[in-house]
């Protein structure tokens, strides 16, 4: 059974800097995807990076190129998101994903799997 836990998340002032964690099980990095994945409050759930298990790489929706950084360690079955620069505007619930990613138009998809998130409040 895959299962995703994410934490990290809590009250942060703008301008800072954020790493949430994800801790994977139920299956393994060559496997899947990984990715995250984040809901703003009276938004659509928006893509925000993946990591592909076939060649490594990792993808991001250009809405957050340059301030967001995922990477993953396949020894630990865990994955990261560090925001820097933080804004009001990234308050959100942020959730860890996993299955097939697909990037379009440069937005994020697919990974149907996911954790059940956690919030990320940005004051100003």
């Known amino acids: 059974e895959v299962q995703l836990v994410e934490s990290g998340g809590g009250l942060v002032q703008a301008g800072g800097s954020l790493r949430l964690s994800c801790t994977a099980s139920?299956?393994?990095?060559?496997?899947?995807?990984v990715g995250w994945f984040r809901q703003a409050p009276g938004k659509e759930r928006e893509g925000i990076s993946c990591?592909?298990?076939?060649?490594?790489?990792?993808y991001y929706a250009d809405s957050v190129k340059g301030r967001f950084t995922m990477s993953s360690d396949n020894a630990k079955n865990m994955v990261y998101l560090t925001i820097d620069n933080l804004k009001p505007e990234d308050t959100a619930v942020y959730y860890c994903?996993?299955?097939?990613?697909?990037?379009?138009?440069?937005?994020?998809?697919?990974?149907?799997?996911r954790g059940k998130g956690t919030l990320v409040t940005v004051s100003s």
């Open positions: 994903a996993a299955g097939f990613c697909t990037v379009v138009y440069g937005t994020v998809h697919g990974m149907d799997y």
């Open positions: 139920g299956f393994t990095f060559d496997d899947y995807a």
């Open positions: 990591i592909s298990p076939g060649d490594g790489g990792t």
